[in-house]
């Protein structure tokens, strides 16, 4: 379904009625100018029928019109129409004129004597009106018509000059339309542009002041919404820290206990099960913390977006790191430089963990892994390196996706590392790269992932 | 030395208790963050090992009351949430570490002789790593009870990492501790005490590691 515009929408609304009230207007104005101007040319035709009933002569052998040519000629000349006249005596025979002259119909009422029709004549129409005269005692009557040419055209004039207003009327009002709905939507145009420019974790309520009457019904129901979204959104929260509160102390447990069985003399066999206990134990935790976090990162659950460092980040977490790195004999080293950007600080160590974690794991002993901070024009980066076996080209998608791992890798990972470290990278809008080691050798390509913060 | 735990979960407590009493101290449990506060009114204890997520009385205002007693101790807090202003409402309250749950042993009993052995030192005049002794007030050190000779810059960068065992301490840092002294130290400088330090140490088994790109760290002394 097309995107419905209102204006469109108004616009059809308002045609219709703005078409009658042009067409109503119109009649209006026409027929009480048509009127007079109608009787005025009327008046014409009876003026002249009256001084033609005064060139009726009668003698022993009838009436008959004795009418000079000059006077003739004066009553035919009109510009633009042709004038008929006929005479007819008191028995409504022919005494002079154009012969065929259609008299009045016989329904029509005289007006002062006088009755004016419309009528045809030699095939156009005409306008006719019946005077009546004298035969010597004996009441006859001239009938005098013109074609309408001129009153055509001022029907015409009449109409034109009382529509024009009318139709500039109705386009202005079109055109304040168009542009008055741009206008008038101004205040939504705003508040869009406001929520656009909010950050995803911003849920606070949009101020209602500075809108008009008209748009706090909609700004109250996205407050709403936000306040619900916030809630919901806080309820998430909340559910995974009492969930990372349940999980983590039984595992703590567990593992307290594992341990502190492995510290005894043991069967050899019984060692070796308790191992694998200990071993998956620290594995599960690993797991509920990364599921943890996966669920954290998810779009809608991060609003703790502060002015970080990298570096500072880094530095934090570097104690642990270090500890991992000595007990599987890898030289870490950092180099850290001044790297700002606006981020969560939680998901932010949790990638940088994992990305950390994922170098130690597959680097052999002796082997270097470098942490890096720092900015690449105005952007800041971290990035890890190591110089273990790397990531072929082909499989540098597929291993930001969830649960998957390199066929053959070894170790017991699970697979979602780096597609945490992809979800925290995308709330951040940042990137994330997987090249080669600088310098790698081709025995040992290595693995550097980076992540790149936008700008800023 | 005398520790007690508060921790509600009972697995995890006795496993804590067996751990630590393994390491020769003298351990209290306790499930309710008001005993707690009662046990620490009533008697003292060496370190307390606070658990956060507490039924009732939570780890904070436990951690809040213990911080208002006249002689505070030092407080570990266990935690099992990861919200970042857990970390730092922790700290701020005045708990001297913290770990988030769940821990390697080996970890947590390391943290517990690093807390002792800094409040032990603190205020006392005595600073022991192994086999090496500082007598701050006298200024002189002793490896196997034998005199050892050390620089007064030595002797300032030994004493910084003396104080944070374990946790790598950058150069920056100790170029700030060091150069109180006057004129401007750099980072090279800081490597030639550090490589002197190391000659005149590890013969005696003590380890300073060098964080390639950051700083150093004074391994625990796990014997010569």
Known sequence: ?????????????????????????????????????TTAYDQGLIDAGISLGTYIRTSERGYRLELPTAVDQVLRRDSYDSVYYRVLGPDGEPIAGD?????????????????????????????????????????????????????????????????LPEILIAFATLVIVWFGVKRGLGPLARLSDEIKARSPGDLRPIAAADTPEETRPLVSALNGLLEEVAQASHNQQ???????????????????????????????????????????????????????????????????????????????????????????????????????????????REALANLVHNALEY?????????????????????????????????????????????????????????????????????????????????????????????? | MRLLIVEDDAPLASGLRRILEAEGHAVDVTSRGEQAVLAAAQERFDLVILDIGLPQMDGFEVLRRLRAAERPMPVLVLTARDAVDDRVRGLDLGADDYMVKPFAMPELTARVRALLRRSQAHGGPRIVHGPLALDT???????????????????????????????????????????????????????????????????????????RGFGYMLEEYKGP
């Open chain 1, 1 to 37: 379904m097309p995107a419905r515009s209102l204006r469109a929408h108004l616009l059809r609304m308002l045609l219709p009625p703005i078409a009658a009230l042009l067409v109503l207007g119109a009649l209006v104005a026409y027929y009480p100018s048509i009127e007079p101007a």
């Open chain 2, 137 to 211: 007030v006298a200024r002189r050190a002793f490896l196997k009870n034998e005199p050892l000779e050390l620089a007064a810059r030595e002797w300032a960068v030994l004493e910084v990492l003396l104080g944070k065992v374990e946790k790598i301490v950058s150069k920056e840092a100790i170029i700030q501790a060091v150069a109180g002294w006057g004129d401007d130290l750099s980072p090279n400088a800081i490597e030639v005490y550090v490589s002197r330090l190391r000659s005149k140490l590890e013969p005696a088994g003590i380890k300073i590691r060098t964080v």
């Open chain 1, 238 to 348: 909340r559910f995974l820290a009492n969930a990372a509160h349940q999980l983590r102390t039984p595992l703590a447990g567990l593992q307290a206990h594992t341990e502190l069985a492995l510290a005894k003399s043991l069967p050899r066999e019984v060692r070796s099960e308790l191992e694998q206990v200990h071993e998956a134990t620290i594995r599960t935790a690993r797991l509920a913390n990364q599921l943890l976090a996966l669920a954290r990162a998810e779009p809608g659950a991060r609003a703790n977006a502060t002015e970080l460092n990298l570096k500072t980040l880094a530095e934090s977490e570097a104690d642990a790191w270090v500890h991992q790195a000595l007990a599987r004999d890898v030289d870490l080293g950092f180099e850290l430089e001044w790297a700002p950007v606006q981020g969560d600080a939680f998901l932010l």
């Open chain 1, 99 to 163: 012969d065929g002259l259609p008299g009045p119909p016989p329904d029509r009422d005289a007006r002062d004597g006088f009755v004016s029709y419309d009528t045809a004549y030699k095939g156009q129409k005409v306008r006719a009106v019946a005077v009546p005269a004298k035969c010597g005692t004996a009441p006859c009557s001239v009938v005098v018509a013109e074609t309408t040419v001129k009153r055509r055209r001022m029907a015409r004039d009449i109409l034109f000059s009382s529509l």
């Open chain 1, 363 to 456: 680097s052999q002993a002796g082997g270097r892994v470098t942490v890096r901070t720092g900015r690449k024009g105005t952007q800041s980066f971290l990035e890890v390196e190591d110089d273990g076996p790397g990531i072929p080209p082909a499989e540098r998608e597929r291993v930001l996706e969830r649960f998957y791992r390199v066929p053959g890798t070894p170790g017991t990972g699970s697979g979602l590392g780096l597609a945490i470290v992809r979800e925290i990278a995308a709330g951040h809008g940042a990137s994330i790269s997987i090249t080669d080691a600088m310098g790698g050798s081709s025995a040992t390509r290595g693995c550097r992932v980076a992540i790149t913060f936008p700008h800023g």
